[in-house]
């Protein structure tokens, strides 16, 4: 449910954009959407993950920008912005604190999945802080290009499928290397005594 309500403010801008055609109108239902999911978070969780506050604050300038202006581009430079304020949080996580942005991520993730990790080195979490941060600067980079080298229908495509795909393959292959030192919480069940009486 929450993978849905996530993509939601995408999926309604990619729907509305296919249907009309209207690049301004599939603006307008993204900020309305982004406005849905941000109450709906509030009502159930009764709080709003940093991410997505800065992604709506994003939105707002750009999607605004975008209406004002009458010009895509603005909107279309929003992935990237994003990608670029996590990288560089990521990056300084690397270098400030006891544990660094992708650890700090990846074990409250895993932890809600009733799975522990057991003693993993400094030098790993290290490694997967600098890829998390690589992934997120070429990802950046590969949302302005088909920004400006494709069709503005192209870019809708590559945003739902192409950005969303990617970063699930990425999630994957950042989990991966964790696998060894992962244990499942199990919770004990009483034995079972039988007594065989003659």
Same mark, same amino acid.
């Given at each position: ?13 990619? /729907?509305? +954009? ?7 109108? /599939? ?9 849905? %999911?941000?109450? +709906? ?6 709080? =709003?993950?940093? =991410?997505?506050? =800065? &992604? @709506? ?6 999607? *605004? ?27 300084? &996580? ?7 942005? $992708? ?12 799975? %522990?990790?057991?003693?993993?080195? $400094?030098? $790993?979490?290290?490694?997967? !802080?600098?890829?998390?941060? *690589?992934?997120?600067?070429? =990802? *950046?980079?590969? !949302?302005?290009?088909? /920004? +400006? %080298? ?11 499928? *192409? ?9 994957? @292959?950042?989990?991966?290397?964790? &696998?060894? +030192? ?5 919770? @004990? ?7 065989? %009486?003659?």
């Amino acid at each position: 449910m929450k993978f849905f309500v996530d993509l939601l403010p995408i999926i309604v801008f990619f /729907a509305v +954009y296919k249907l009309t055609g209207d690049f301004l109108l /599939a603006t307008i239902s993204i900020l309305a959407a982004t406005g849905v %999911q941000m109450a +709906y978070s509030w009502v159930r969780h009764r709080k =709003i993950e940093r =991410i997505h506050l =800065i &992604s @709506a604050g994003l939105l707002a300038v750009l999607g *605004g920008m975008t209406l004002l202006f009458d010009n895509s581009a603005f909107l279309q430079w929003k992935p990237t912005i994003l990608y670029w304020v996590m990288g560089a949080a990521v990056l300084i &996580s690397h270098f400030w604190g006891k544990k660094n942005l $992708t650890q700090r991520s990846l074990e409250g993730l895993l932890k809600s999945s009733n799975v %522990q990790l057991q003693a993993v080195p $400094t030098t $790993t979490w290290s490694k997967l !802080n600098l890829g998390v941060f *690589g992934f997120l600067t070429a =990802i *950046g980079v590969a !949302n302005l290009y088909v /920004a +400006y %080298q494709f069709s503005e229908s192209a870019w809708v495509n590559f945003k739902l499928f *192409g950005l969303t795909g990617i970063t699930l393959v990425f999630m994957v @292959a950042l989990i991966m290397p964790l &696998s060894r +030192y992962m244990e499942t919480e199990q919770k @004990a069940e009483p034995a079972m005594i039988n007594e065989e %009486q003659d």
